[in-house]
C-alpha cells in the first residue's frame, strides 16, 4: 500500500537533555547577503558545525546540532528505502538540507539561497525559536499566523491534554 507524501512523518526522536535542549523565541532580520544571527544561547548549543535543512513539514528551516541530525537520518533509514512515497519525500528534503554549516565571527549562520527562497520566499524578519532538539526558522509573517491559528485551537488542544493527563485517549 502507497503512503501520501503528506502522511510520512519521523518517528519520535530521543528527547534531549535539559543542556541541550532549545527553548526561546528571537525576532531578527536576515541581511542582504541571506545572514542570520543566531542568538548566543542557541549557537553554544550548536556547536561548532551544524546542519541546516527543512523542517518535517517543509513550513520552516530546521537547524540540527550534528549528532540529532544523525539521529534523525537514522530514523528516516529505518523506515526503508523501497515506499515511492518515502523516497519522493526523502528527495527534496535532502536536495535542501545542508550539512557541516557553521557560525562566522559574528555569530551569524548563511542560510543556502535553496532552502531560503523555497521555504522563507522573499521574507527577510523571521523568528528564531527553540524547538526541543533544533533551532526552528519561520518567518515572521507565517509565526504570526500559526500564533493566531493556535490561540483559536487553544480551547480544543487543552480539552486533548486534560483527557491525555486522565489517560484517556480520543
Excluded at 540540527?64 to 533509514?77: A, H, L
Aim: with cysteine; glycine share 6%; aromatic share 8%.
Amino acid at each position: 500500500m502507497d503512503t501520501h507524501p503528506d502522511d510520512v512523518k519521523p518517528t519520535e526522536p530521543p528527547r534531549p537533555s535539559r543542556s541541550t535542549r532549545f527553548i526561546g523565541s528571537f525576532n531578527h532580520s536576515l541581511d542582504s547577503k541571506g545572514r542570520l544571527v543566531i542568538p548566543q544561547t542557541f549557537r553554544e548549543k550548536l556547536g561548532d558545525t551544524f546542519c541546516i535543512a527543512p523542517s518535517y513539514d517543509f513550513q520552516s528551516i530546521a537547524v540540527y546540532p550534528t549528532e540529532m541530525w544523525e539521529k534523525r537520518n537514522e530514523q528516516y533509514e529505518k523506515l526503508g528505502s523501497l515506499n515511492p512515497a518515502l523516497n519522493r519525500y526523502l528527495e527534496q528534503f535532502y536536495a535542501l538540507s545542508f550539512d557541516e554549516q557553521s557560525c562566522d565571527g559574528q555569530g551569524r549562520i548563511l542560510l543556502p539561497v535553496n532552502i531560503r527562497s523555497k521555504i522563507l520566499r522573499d521574507d527577510r524578519d523571521v523568528e528564531i525559536t527553540g524547538a526541543n532538539d533544533h533551532v526552528r526558522i519561520v518567518s515572521a509573517s507565517m509565526s504570526r499566523d500559526s500564533w493566531d491559528g493556535f490561540r483559536q485551537e487553544l480551547p480544543n488542544l487543552l480539552e486533548l491534554i486534560a483527557a491525555l493527563d486522565q489517560g484517556e485517549q480520543r
